[in-house]
């Protein structure tokens, strides 16, 4: 762990703050550029002089009380070390702005913590902490505070002391519920609650008008509370790993929204108000249960990424023409059994994965899409493919394994950039002469098909000896 990193982070924040701590401390820079001492002894040569101390590594067992020494410490840095218990007396370093602490072994943190009244960042991630007392939510000058990957199963009730804090991590843990103060953090632009065992939000969560960064992922959340429409500043939200069965129509107002994630939720259907998240960029709704595709994902024509693998889906509504900027569309394992020809209209797409469906056949526009570089067609039952395949002209990758082919238009050797084709489990006994026209090709899978010995000879005569070929 870099403590340097943590310091400009913290800068940066603390830059673009409006919160004013006393200068009685190092200025910004002097406090970048402060010589760091690694070895205790060293820093004990001249004692007064020490500002930045970086012990992590050294396997510590205990808190080295020489470090008390230390009067003008401002930065301490004790990751990855063995130690069991900070000492009561970190007051007496008056001046510390930075300690990190993270992957030791604390069980607990001294109430006395809450005294250190210019401290800014405070990282005890990596231990076995299943209590954090609530003296330590009085630091007056605290931004950032990483208490990931311990054992919290409940925050002090006045949390929302902190009032300064702007980072928040409390991921890894097993907290069942948030207390309602946790909406005074007025100033927390991140909160990271992954990886818990949250059943449910306060309203209050509501309050958090700054945040930037919201991440719940994989926790055990029913619903959302529809107070979350007043996160007006939010680009980055991750619902992911819940049990939702719906979401809140006011998630519509959520403007400024760019990354959403609600893969392996439990929904069945999004609202319409979905359509309203006019510069959402990156879309996943991934392992769920839709069966159907809401047509106000149409009015989505900033997304770039929309992810729609593992539902139950049987079609796509015509308005994802819509969709101008998308690049990757993934709408894999889902019982689709006919592409729109407005899929044609997806001039930006880049990646198209419809692997495991049921489709019988592709649409002709499907040479529509220019830019298509990586098409994934496996583990359906296509028996044809259109002669318009060969104008994509950006394609380097193709799958076709594991359909009902039986044959392919000679206008596959128009694909002039492509470097793999996989034609594995299919009913193929020819492979077009044209084939030989594919200066770039790498690799050729033909394997489990119907070719004679001779064709096979064929195939080989046509590509390069530098292709990897199966067959």
């Known amino acids: 762990m870099n403590i340097k990193i943590y310091i400009i982070i913290v800068l940066l924040f603390f830059t673009n703050n409006t919160i004013a701590f006393s200068q009685i401390l190092l200025e910004e820079n002097e406090l970048v550029e402060a010589k760091e001492y690694n070895l205790l002894e060293d820093a004990l040569l001249n004692p007064e002089a020490v500002y930045k101390l970086n012990l992590s590594g050294q396997d510590f067992a205990e808190f080295p009380e020489e470090i008390f020494r230390l009067k003008n410490l401002q930065i301490l840095d004790l990751w990855d070390n063995d130690i069991t218990h900070i000492p009561a007396n970190i007051v007496e370093l008056t001046n ?79 907290l069942e519920s948030l207390p309602a103060s946790i909406g005074d953090l007025y100033f927390l632009q991140s909160l990271d609650l992954s990886n818990n065992k949250l059943f449910e939000l306060p309203e209050e969560i509501g309050k958090l008008y700054n945040l930037k960064i919201f991440d719940l992922h994989n926790n055990l959340l029913i619903e959302v509370p529809s107070e979350i429409s007043l996160l007006k500043q939010i680009p980055y939200l991750n619902l992911a790993g819940n049990q939702l069965r719906n979401l809140p129509k006011e998630i519509g107002n959520l403007s400024l929204l760019q990354m959403l994630d609600l893969s392996n939720n439990q929904l069945t259907f999004l609202p319409n108000e979905i359509g309203n998240l006019n510069n959402l960029f990156e879309l996943n709704i991934s392992e769920n249960k839709l069966v159907e595709l809401n047509p106000n994902i149409g009015n989505l024509v900033n997304l770039s990424s929309l992810n729609l693998s593992k539902n139950a889906l049987r079609n796509l509504p ?108 299919n009913l193929l006994t020819k492979i077009p002469e044209s084939i030989s026209k594919l200066d770039n090709l790498l690799f050729l899978n033909i394997k489990n098909n119907k070719f004679s010995e001779d064709e096979i000879t064929n195939i080989k005569s046509l590509i390069s000896e530098y292709v990897k070929f199966k067959y």
């Open 96 to 174: 510390l702005q930075f300690l990190n602490i993270g992957n030791n072994k604390l069980i607990s943190i001294p109430p006395e913590i809450g005294q250190l009244k210019y401290l800014q960042m405070f990282d005890i991630e990596g231990n076995n902490i299943e209590y954090f007392a609530s003296e330590a939510c009085n630091i007056p000058s605290l931004l950032s505070l990483n208490l990931a990957k311990n054992n919290l199963r409940s925050l002090p009730a006045n949390i929302g002391n902190l009032k300064t804090l702007i980072n928040l991590s409390l991921s890894n843990n097993k």
């Open 318 to 425: 015509v308005e994802i023409e819509n969709l101008n900027n998308l690049s990757s569309l993934d709408i894999s394992y889902n019982i689709i059994q006919k592409i729109p020809i407005q899929i044609g209209k997806l001039t930006s797409l880049k990646r198209l994965n419809l692997f495991n469906n049921l489709l019988s056949e592709i649409p002709k526009s499907i040479g529509d899409i220019k830019n298509l570089k990586v098409l994934t067609l496996s583990y359906n039952s296509i028996t044809i493919l259109p002669p318009s395949i060969g104008n994509l002209q950006h394609l380097t990758e193709i799958d076709l394994s594991n359909n009902k082919l039986t044959v392919i238009p000679v206008e596959f050797g128009e694909l002039k950039n492509i470097e793999k084709i996989n034609f594995k489990n």
